[in-house]
């Protein structure tokens, strides 16, 4: 798989998006996306394309039942942190599949609203975007504000520390260049805001693509990303 290829480039992009690309070719096409800003368009443009045959699709009456088990699905008992590797070889090795799917956030979003019994207003004119764990389960909810340049970062119950000597870190994914440090997320239903720079709020309206990655305590000792990636999102506009 090489850079210089479009064509082929721009046809892996469309099996990935239809779900047709498994196995191992799958697995470098995730990593080479973390390091490609050109093919994470590629892959965004084909989402946007082929959004229309989900909106075309049929409505259906869901089976008795349905809604129980969509509960269980998303309150299940949380998932056990993945171990930590070490090196920064673990930052691309490690990621796991990109959820930018539309028709996933708007699951994610509508479970959100549904299950929340008190969930907290937007910023005006800002971003959202949900984190997803392996069973589709919400677990962090952020929210950008343009006016006044805050991002907010909420755990949603029952989303646990990753133990006691690591933390959760929150990375910006830029267009070019290097993962830019956001912060350590909160657990256990709390809630933390924060103010980005000018810089900052740049990239982030950019790229609009944030990973969380495993780290020592307290965050990255380094700068960059030294733990595994666990989840990856991206901010919608509100």
Request: charged share 20%.
């Amino acid at each position: 798989m090489k850079p210089d290829n479009p064509e082929r480039n721009h046809a892996l992009a469309a099996e990935y998006v239809l779900g047709t690309l498994h196995g191992a070719a799958r697995k470098r096409f995730e990593r080479w996306m973390m390091l490609s800003p050109k093919l994470r368009r590629q892959v965004w443009l084909w989402e946007r394309r082929l959004q229309p045959f989900n909106e075309s699709a049929p409505s259906m009456q869901p089976p008795a039942g349905a809604w129980d088990a969509l509960e269980r699905r998303l309150f299940a008992a949380p998932e056990t942190a993945p171990e930590p590797h070490a090196g920064a070889a673990a930052w691309w090795q490690s990621a796991l599949p990109w959820r930018w799917t539309t028709g996933i956030a708007v699951a994610g979003l509508m479970a959100l609203l549904i299950w929340t019994p008190v969930p907290p207003k937007a910023p005006e004119n800002g971003l959202v975007g949900v984190v997803q764990g392996t069973q589709a389960q919400p677990l962090w909810v952020l929210n950008a504000s343009r006016g006044d340049h805050s991002l907010t970062l909420r755990s949603l119950p029952p989303t646990l520390p990753a133990s006691d000597d690591q933390d959760y870190e929150l990375w910006l994914l830029p267009e070019s260049g290097v993962p830019i440090s956001l912060s350590v997320l909160p657990t256990e239903g709390a809630e933390l805001r924060i103010t980005l720079n000018h810089e900052q709020v740049k990239q982030l309206l950019q790229s609009r693509s944030l990973a969380i990655s495993l780290e020592p305590h307290g965050g990255s000792p380094t700068g960059q990303p030294t733990g595994p990636v666990v989840y990856q999102t991206q901010l919608v506009d509100l």
